[in-house]
C-alpha cells in the first residue's frame, strides 16, 4: 500500500515541477547555484574515481589478457569503450547518489522538519518550483558534463597506469582507443547520465520534501534517497542497456 | 473578515475536532487556546491551506479559500504573514536577507527601496542592528522577532500567530505581546493567535475560542471569559497557572 502512495506522491511532485516550469524567473538563480553544488563540487571526487577507475581497468585487463597473440592496443580499446558506455556513466553515478543525492535530501529533509518550506508557501512561493525543480533540472544538465570529466579521467588513468606499469604503452593504448570509438558509445552514455542525473536528484528531492520527524526523519530520508537511488541506477542502467545497445 | 464554518478535520481514524466556526472581524485579534493536541496549529494551517480540512470552509472576505485555485491562493497568501512556532527561518541566509526574501520575488522595488522596508521591519521589532547575522547565532526570542519582520515586511491583511510566546523567558515573552499589540494597533493587522500561554491570550486578544474535546468548546470576547462559568475554560486557565 505505502508503495503506492509514494508512488502517486512522486508521480504529483514531478508534475507539479514540470507544471510550474514556465516560472523561469523565480528560480534561474537557483539553478546556477544548484548546478555549481552539483556539477563544479562534484569534479574533483569524480575526476578521482573516473582516474582510478581507469588505471585498475587497465591493470586487470592486461593481467587476463596474458596471451602473447594478443596485441597490446587491445587493452585500450576493452579499457576505453568500457568507460565509455558504461563505467564512466556508472560509477559517477553511484558516487554522486552519496554525495548529491544525500546533500539534496538533508537540505529538502531539514527544510521540511523545521516548517521552511510551509514557510515558503505561505509566502506565496510554489516550493516544489523554488526547490525541486532547480535541483532536478541542474541534474539533468550537469550530469552529462561529470560524465565526460569521469571518462576523459578514466581514459588517463588508463594510459598513465598501462605506461607506469609496462603493460601497455601510451601510444598502443591510444591507437586501440581510436580504433573502437564510436559517436554513438558517447552518445549512449551522455544518454545515461541524463537519465541517472534525473533518477538522483528526483528520488532525493522527493524523499528530502516529504520527510516527517525531526532529525531521525530526516536522516532516514537521506539513506533512503542514497540507497534507491543506487538501485533504480542499476535497474535503469540494465533497462538502457537492453533498450540501445 | 475571516469566517470559519462548520471546518471538520481528521487524520485518517483521530478526528482532530468537528463543526468549527468562529468568525474573525477586520482589524480583531482572535486567541486560539486549548490543551496541546487539541489542534490548535491544525487549525492555523487550515487558515492558510498548508491542510485541506474533510468538511467546511474558510471564507476570506467573502472567497472560500478551498475553491480556489492554486495561483489565485498564491496571491492570496501574499496578503498573509505567519509566525510559525519555530520562526521557520532560512537558516542559509541572514536575518536581513530573511527580512528581504518575500519582497525580491513579489515586489518590484530596487534594491534602496527593499533596504528602507526591511529595515522599516526590523526596527518595528527592535531589532535594526541584527541584519547581518544567520539564525543560528541568534537567541529564541530575536529568531521570533526576525520572523515577525519576515511576515510584515510585505505589509499583509493577516497575521497569523502560531505559538509566538512558547519557550520564551517571561521578559521576552512579554516583548513579543508588545510587538503583537503594536502591529495590530499601528498597522490595523487582523491576527489570529495560537497559544496556550494565558498571560499572552490576555495581553493581546480580543477574542477567545478554546478548543477542547474535538470540537470548538467556548468562544467570546475576553471580558465574556472573565465572567463564563465554563468548567473546561476555567480548569485549562487554572492549570495555566493563572488567574482571571
Same mark, same amino acid.
Given at each position: 500500500m505505502q508503495l503506492f502512495v509514494d508512488v502517486g506522491r512522486y508521480c504529483r511532485l514531478i508534475y507539479e515541477a514540470i507544471r510550474s516550469s514556465?516560472?523561469?524567473?523565480?528560480?534561474?538563480?537557483?539553478? =546556477?547555484?544548484?548546478?555549481?553544488?552539483?556539477?563544479?563540487?562534484?569534479?574533483? =571526487?569524480?575526476?578521482?574515481?573516473?582516474?582510478?577507475? %581507469?588505471?585498475?581497468?587497465?591493470? &586487470?585487463?592486461?593481467?587476463?589478457?596474458?596471451?602473447?597473440? =594478443?596485441?597490446?592496443?587491445?587493452?585500450?580499446s576493452i579499457v576505453s569503450q568500457s568507460l565509455l558506455i558504461e563505467l564512466a556513466a556508472v560509477i559517477s553515478a553511484l558516487v554522486l547518489a552519496g554525495r548529491v543525492g544525500a546533500r539534496i535530501a538533508t537540505e529538502l529533509g531539514t527544510m521540511a522538519v523545521s516548517? &521552511?518550506?510551509?514557510?515558503?508557501?505561505?509566502?506565496?512561493?510554489?516550493?516544489?518550483t523554488f526547490l525541486v525543480m532547480p535541483r532536478v533540472l541542474a541534474g539533468i544538465f550537469m550530469f552529462p558534463v561529470i560524465y565526460v570529466a569521469a571518462a576523459v579521467a578514466g581514459m588517463s588513468g588508463g594510459l598513465l597506469s598501462g605506461y607506469m606499469t609496462g603493460a601497455v604503452p601510451m601510444?598502443?593504448?591510444?591507437?586501440?582507443?581510436?580504433?573502437?570509438?564510436?559517436?554513438?558509445?558517447?552518445?549512449?552514455?551522455?544518454?545515461?547520465?541524463?537519465?541517472? %542525473?534525473y533518477i538522483i536528484t528526483s528520488i532525493s528531492c522527493y524523499k528530502g520534501y516529504f520527510a516527517t520527524g525531526g532529525a531521525e526523519g530526516v536522516g532516514q530520508a537521506t539513506t533512503q534517497a542514497a540507497v534507491l537511488s543506487c538501485i533504480y541506477i542499476l535497474v535503469a542502467d540494465f533497462v538502457l542497456a537492453f533498450l540501445l545497445l | 473578515m475571516i469566517e470559519i464554518n462548520n471546518l471538520t478535520k481528521s487524520f485518517g481514524a483521530n478526528l482532530v475536532w468537528e463543526n468549527v466556526s468562529l468568525?474573525?472581524?477586520?482589524?480583531?485579534?482572535?486567541?486560539?487556546?486549548?490543551?496541546?493536541?487539541?489542534? /490548535?496549529?491544525?487549525?492555523?494551517?487550515?487558515?492558510?491551506?498548508?491542510l485541506y480540512p474533510d468538511a467546511g470552509e474558510v471564507l476570506i472576505d467573502g472567497l472560500n479559500i478551498f475553491e480556489i485555485r492554486y495561483a489565485k491562493l498564491r496571491r492570496l497568501r501574499q496578503r498573509f504573514g505567519v509566525l510559525f512556532q519555530g520562526a521557520a527561518l532560512?537558516?542559509?541566509?541572514?536575518?536581513?536577507?530573511?527580512?528581504?526574501?518575500?519582497?525580491?520575488?513579489?515586489?518590484?522595488?530596487?534594491?534602496?527601496?527593499i533596504h528602507e522596508r526591511v529595515m522599516?521591519?526590523?526596527?518595528?521589532?527592535?531589532?535594526?542592528?541584527?541584519?547581518?547575522?544567520?539564525?543560528?547565532?541568534?537567541?529564541?526570542?530575536?529568531?521570533?522577532?526576525?520572523?515577525?519582520?519576515?511576515?510584515?515586511?510585505?505589509?499583509?491583511?493577516?497575521?497569523?500567530y502560531?505559538?509566538?510566546?512558547?519557550?520564551?523567558?517571561?521578559?521576552?515573552?512579554?516583548?513579543?505581546?508588545?510587538?503583537?499589540?503594536?502591529?495590530?494597533?499601528?498597522?490595523?493587522?487582523?491576527s489570529i493567535v495560537i497559544s496556550h500561554d494565558m498571560?499572552?491570550?490576555?495581553?493581546?486578544?480580543? /477574542?477567545?475560542?478554546?478548543?477542547?474535546?474535538?470540537?470548538?468548546?467556548?468562544?467570546?470576547?475576553?471580558?465574556?471569559?472573565?465572567?463564563?462559568?465554563?468548567?473546561?475554560?476555567?480548569?485549562?486557565?487554572?492549570?495555566?497557572?493563572?488567574?482571571?
Open positions: 514556465t516560472e523561469f524567473g523565480m528560480y534561474w538563480k537557483n539553478i =546556477i547555484i544548484e548546478m555549481v553544488k552539483t556539477g563544479y563540487d562534484s569534479l574533483p =571526487i569524480i575526476i578521482l574515481a573516473g582516474f582510478f577507475t %581507469g588505471a585498475v581497468m587497465t591493470i &586487470q585487463t592486461s593481467y587476463q589478457l596474458v596471451a602473447g597473440f =594478443i596485441p597490446p592496443e587491445t587493452i585500450g516548517e &521552511q518550506i510551509d514557510a515558503l508557501e505561505s509566502m506565496g512561493f510554489n516550493s516544489v601510444a598502443d593504448f591510444m591507437l586501440g582507443a581510436r580504433q573502437v570509438f564510436s559517436p554513438a558509445d558517447v552518445s549512449f552514455g551522455v544518454i545515461k547520465s541524463f537519465v541517472f %542525473g | 468568525t474573525v472581524d477586520d482589524g480583531e485579534t482572535l486567541a486560539v487556546i486549548g490543551k496541546s493536541g487539541s489542534g /490548535k496549529s491544525v487549525l492555523m494551517k487550515h487558515l492558510n491551506v498548508l532560512f537558516d542559509s541566509i541572514t536575518a536581513y536577507e530573511n527580512v528581504a526574501f518575500p519582497l525580491r520575488f513579489f515586489s518590484d522595488f530596487k534594491e534602496n527601496e522599516e521591519s526590523l526596527k518595528l521589532v527592535n531589532l535594526a542592528d541584527i541584519g547581518i547575522k544567520t539564525p543560528a547565532e541568534l537567541s529564541g526570542g530575536m529568531r521570533k522577532r526576525v520572523g515577525l519582520a519576515r511576515a510584515i515586511v510585505m505589509k499583509p491583511d493577516y497575521l497569523l502560531d505559538e509566538p510566546t512558547s519557550g520564551l523567558d517571561p521578559q521576552t515573552s512579554d516583548e513579543i505581546n508588545d510587538l503583537i499589540i503594536n502591529m495590530a494597533d499601528t498597522l490595523d493587522i487582523t498571560h499572552s491570550v490576555l495581553r493581546v486578544a480580543d /477574542k477567545v475560542a478554546f478548543l477542547d474535546q474535538q470540537k470548538l468548546s467556548w468562544y467570546g470576547t475576553v471580558d465574556e471569559m472573565r465572567k463564563s462559568d465554563h468548567k473546561e475554560l476555567h480548569a485549562f486557565i487554572i492549570a495555566s497557572e493563572y488567574t482571571i
